[in-house]
């Protein structure tokens, strides 16, 4: 899985790394996959709670030390 579009949101708090997101995933078209990369220890659940309402897929998500990085596909239209 190779992302269209990487945004790196560390040193944001919540909601902003949702905001973010939502924003960068307006740019993409019905099931392409933006990669996400945060510092905020909530949004493992956000984003999966955004998902979940919004329909976008998450693909996968993992931890790096303090980041934690998100695949999302965002649903098709």
Known sequence: MHP???IDLSGLNC???ILRTKKALATLA???IVQVTCTDP???TDFAAF???TGNELLEQWQE???FL???K???E
């Open 4 to 6: 269209q579009l990487t």
């Open 15 to 17: 909601p902003l790394p």
């Open 30 to 32: 019905g099931g392409e």
């Open 42 to 44: 909530a949004t493992p």
């Open 51 to 53: 998902c979940r309402q």
């Open 65 to 67: 030390e303090t980041r």
């Open 70 to 72: 998100f695949l999302i």
């Open 74 to 76: 965002k649903r098709a």
